[in-house]
């Protein structure tokens, strides 16, 4: 690994260990979300590591950004999901985008100043994307939003929504996309989801009620949403898998640090065959899919995105994430299952990784997809 590499590791473990660890398991329990730990992310460099230097990203890889994201979610989940989704928001307007809408929006959710938010899901539409009802209709110089997104991470703190919403027939063609603000007229927040998990990330439903936005907010043209949508789930599926891949591998890290410690018939139960067998599986599963990760990584920053490795990696790593959480409650026995140690929180997050930027379903029919297109 680069000295680089090493020195993102090395900022992103002083961070996580002396500002989130300390409050992580309260915030948890109280559903707090703090903004400042996200400024704080974004002053340290880390929340527009992939937007281009001249709006004021860090111009890296995806790489890098696992590597980020790998190490924050050791210590919180929902953090990490925060800056992935705000950093996939600041892809699509780049590359979608008008330079002053690049100019005007870019900028703050690079630097930490504001967070962005994707809105696709609404209650009839979920892995049916292209089936949304949400409506935008022209009306003289802005166009007129009706219609509600649900499950929107970041909802009520973020500043920037992407929104999808139809503006001609049914089907994907129908769809476009639109930069909606916080504070917009007839913009307003449904209820605050009770999750089992990522518990300090809020997730809010978004309501429009002739909500009027600008024509010049727009992203690209007319008919062309579901293409601005679409054009970032190989980046999302990669960073959701780094992001398993950091939370199994700090619950495999808590269950061989509690096993050393923890003494039973007189020695520690590490040296029962039995928990070894377990651990070893344990680090195997995590390892295998850290590499598939960064396989999808490395292709995406080399030019030669591959939508067949992004989804096996996506549902690798969720899939390790959850199984490996599983166990390292069991390896912990009975404080596995308290508040005393996190593994019981990191088994609630793993879950809906499996879930998110595409059910682990859904990764199934795209990679076999991809294997009826090469083997016909």
Same mark, same amino acid.
């Given at each position: 690994?680069s000295?680089?590499?090493?020195?993102?590791i090395?900022?992103v473990?002083?961070f996580r260990?002396s /500002?989130i660890?300390?409050?992580?398991e309260?915030?948890?329990e109280?559903e707090k979300?703090?903004m400042?730990?996200f400024?704080?992310?974004?002053?340290?460099?880390?929340?527009?590591m992939?937007?281009d230097e001249?709006?004021e990203?860090?111009g890296l890889?995806?790489?890098?950004? @696992?590597i980020f *994201?790998?190490e924050?979610?050791?210590?919180?989940v929902?953090?990490?999901?925060?800056?992935?989704?705000?950093s996939?928001?600041?892809?699509?307007?780049?590359?979608?985008?008008?330079?002053?809408?690049k100019?005007t929006y870019?900028?703050?959710?690079?630097?930490g100043e504001?967070?962005g938010a994707? &809105?696709l899901?609404?209650?009839?539409?979920?892995?049916?994307?292209?089936?949304?009802?949400?409506t935008?209709v022209v009306?003289g110089? @802005?166009?007129?939003? +009706?219609?509600?997104?649900?499950?929107?991470?970041?909802g009520g703190v973020?500043?920037t929504?992407?929104?999808?919403?139809?503006?001609?027939g049914t089907?994907?063609?129908?769809?476009?996309a639109f930069?909606?603000?916080?504070?917009?007229?007839?913009f307003e927040?449904?209820?605050?989801e009770?999750?089992?998990?990522? $518990?300090?990330?809020?997730? $809010?439903?978004? *309501?429009?009620? +002739? @909500?009027?936005?600008?024509?010049?907010r727009?992203l690209?043209e007319?008919?062309?949403?579901?293409?601005?949508?679409?054009s970032? *789930?190989d980046?999302? $599926?990669?960073t959701?898998?780094?992001?398993?891949?950091?939370l199994? #591998?700090?619950?495999?890290e808590?269950s /061989?640090k509690?096993s050393?410690?923890?003494?039973?018939f007189?020695e520690?139960i590490? =040296?029962?065959q039995?928990?070894?067998?377990?651990?070893s599986?344990?680090e195997?599963?995590t390892?295998c899919?850290?590499?598939c990760?960064?396989?999808?990584?490395?292709? *995406?920053?080399?030019?030669t995105? =591959?939508s067949?490795?992004?989804?096996?990696?996506k549902?690798?790593?969720?899939d390790v994430?959850?199984?490996?959480?599983?166990?390292a409650v069991q390896v912990l026995?009975?404080?596995?299952?308290?508040?005393e140690?996190p593994t019981e929180r990191?088994? $609630?997050? &793993?879950?809906?990784l #499996?879930?998110?930027?595409g059910?682990n #379903?859904i990764?199934?029919?795209?990679?076999?997809r991809?294997?009826?297109?090469?083997? =016909?």
């Amino acid at each position: 690994m680069s000295d680089f590499k090493d020195e993102i590791i090395k900022e992103v473990r002083k961070f996580r260990q002396s /500002v989130i660890d300390p409050i992580i398991e309260e915030d948890d329990e109280n559903e707090k979300f703090r903004m400042d730990i996200f400024t704080k992310l974004g002053e340290l460099g880390f929340t527009g590591m992939t937007t281009d230097e001249q709006y004021e990203g860090a111009g890296l890889g995806y790489t890098d950004f @696992c590597i980020f *994201l790998e190490e924050l979610s050791k210590s919180s989940v929902p953090y990490a999901v925060t800056v992935s989704v705000s950093s996939m928001v600041q892809s699509i307007i780049q590359k979608f985008g008008s330079e002053d809408q690049k100019q005007t929006y870019l900028p703050p959710m690079a630097k930490g100043e504001e967070i962005g938010a994707f &809105a696709l899901t609404e209650s009839s539409s979920g892995s049916d994307a292209t089936s949304l009802k949400t409506t935008a209709v022209v009306k003289g110089d @802005c166009y007129i939003l +009706n219609g509600s997104k649900l499950w929107i991470t970041s909802g009520g703190v973020a500043k920037t929504y992407l929104v999808m919403a139809r503006t001609g027939g049914t089907g994907a063609g129908g769809v476009s996309a639109f930069i909606v603000r916080d504070g917009d007229p007839g913009f307003e927040y449904g209820k605050a989801e009770k999750k089992m998990g990522w $518990r300090t990330s809020p997730t $809010r439903e978004l *309501l429009f009620k +002739n @909500c009027k936005i600008p024509k010049d907010r727009i992203l690209g043209e007319e008919g062309k949403g579901i293409n601005a949508a679409f054009s970032g *789930l190989d980046a999302g $599926r990669i960073t959701i898998g780094a992001i398993s891949v950091g939370l199994a #591998q700090r619950a495999l890290e808590e269950s /061989v640090k509690y096993s050393l410690s923890r003494e039973q018939f007189g020695e520690s139960i590490f =040296n029962f065959q039995g928990l070894q067998f377990m651990m070893s599986e344990m680090e195997v599963e995590t390892t295998c899919a850290r590499l598939c990760v960064y396989e999808a990584a490395r292709l *995406l920053d080399a030019g030669t995105p =591959n939508s067949k490795i992004s989804s096996i990696s996506k549902l690798k790593a969720s899939d390790v994430a959850m199984k490996v959480s599983t166990d390292a409650v069991q390896v912990l026995g009975g404080v596995g299952y308290t508040k005393e140690y996190p593994t019981e929180r990191l088994m $609630r997050d &793993a879950k809906v990784l #499996q879930i998110v930027e595409g059910t682990n #379903q859904i990764q199934k029919l795209v990679i076999a997809r991809s294997m009826k297109s090469e083997y =016909n």
